[in-house]
């Protein structure tokens, strides 16, 4: 499943709004620490810190949610470079151990998403949130806890961007606990939901595994084999 962290650059970019009520100095001491993100081209652990400093400083604030869930984007992403940059994990992700410094990331990274959903005021961000919980839990490979985040986020909110997404996922957990009914039942929902998204690679896949253990050859062949020429 892929991690679209394009969106909270896009957040960073525009994070000078005004707070209905804040504090001296809050608005900029928040910029600050959108710049260090922007400015971070390697290390933006320094940024991850100051939103976090920024959240337990100004706990009442609008900001605080979106404080902590960048924090966790942050965490996040340096997670997946770790777990990449280790070749024992690529080689094998299913059952080769999360690098170290990898599982502190997603660690960090949990605490910090976790905190964003209780705080945040709107259901976008506490959707968005979840999702990110289920991406994270996937990763960690516990499927019935990436499952049940994924859930809580497209039930929880359907009127969310992110519940496309968050049925994917659902589907993506049920196929890792080979729980075939469940992932069927999930690509359901999304095709009657969001008929465009049965178009994408991550579907396909999807489709083609379900094949497969139809026992359709000639199905999850042609499924399959569409994947190479979508790279």
């Given at each position: 499943?892929?991690?679209?962290?394009?969106?909270?650059?896009?957040?960073?970019?525009?994070?000078?709004?005004?707070?209905?009520?804040?504090?001296?100095?809050?608005?900029?001491?928040?910029?600050?620490?959108?710049?260090?993100?922007?400015?971070?081209?390697?290390?933006?652990?320094?940024?991850?810190?100051?939103?976090?400093?920024?959240?337990?400083?100004?706990?009442?604030?609008?900001?605080?949610?979106?404080?902590?869930?960048?924090?966790?984007?942050?965490?996040?992403?340096?997670?997946?470079?770790?777990?990449?940059?280790?070749?024992?994990y690529?080689?094998?992700?299913?059952?080769?151990?999360?690098?170290?410094?990898?599982?502190?990331a997603?660690?960090?990274?949990?605490e910090?998403?976790?905190?964003?959903?209780?705080?945040?005021?709107?259901?976008?961000?506490?959707?968005?949130?979840?999702?990110?919980?289920?991406?994270?839990?996937y990763?960690?490979?516990?499927?019935?806890?990436?499952?049940?985040?994924?859930?809580?986020?497209?039930?929880?909110?359907p009127?969310?961007?992110?519940?496309?997404?968050?049925?994917?996922?659902?589907?993506y957990?049920a196929?890792?606990?080979?729980?075939?009914?469940?992932?069927?039942?999930?690509?359901?929902?999304?095709?009657?939901g969001?008929?465009?998204?049965?178009?994408?690679?991550?579907?396909?896949?999807?489709?083609?595994?379900?094949?497969?253990?139809?026992?359709?050859?000639?199905?999850?062949?042609?499924?399959?084999?569409?994947?190479?020429?979508?790279?």
């Amino acid at each position: 499943m892929k991690c679209l962290f394009a969106a909270v650059a896009a957040f960073l970019a525009s994070a000078a709004y005004a707070a209905p009520t804040e504090e001296p100095g809050e608005a900029v001491i928040f910029r600050a620490a959108a710049a260090m993100y922007k400015e971070g081209k390697q290390d933006k652990a320094g940024a991850a810190e100051a939103f976090r400093r920024f959240a337990d400083r100004f706990s009442r604030s609008p900001r605080a949610a979106d404080a902590l869930f960048s924090a966790g984007e942050i965490d996040f992403e340096r997670a997946l470079a770790l777990s990449d940059a280790d070749p024992a994990y690529v080689r094998d992700r299913l059952n080769a151990r999360v690098p170290d410094a990898a599982a502190k990331a997603l660690k960090d990274a949990e605490e910090a998403y976790t905190a964003a959903s209780k705080k945040a005021s709107d259901d976008a961000l506490r959707a968005t949130a979840l999702y990110r919980l289920g991406e994270l839990a996937y990763n960690q490979r516990d499927w019935a806890k990436a499952a049940l985040r994924f859930k809580e986020a497209a039930d929880g909110y359907p009127k969310s961007y992110a519940v496309p997404a968050a049925l994917l996922g659902t589907v993506y957990s049920a196929l890792a606990k080979e729980d075939f009914a469940a992932a069927e039942s999930g690509l359901s929902a999304l095709a009657a939901g969001y008929p465009e998204r049965m178009k994408d690679a991550e579907v396909a896949f999807v489709e083609g595994v379900l094949a497969l253990h139809k026992k359709d050859y000639a199905r999850a062949e042609k499924l399959l084999a569409s994947l190479e020429t979508q790279k």
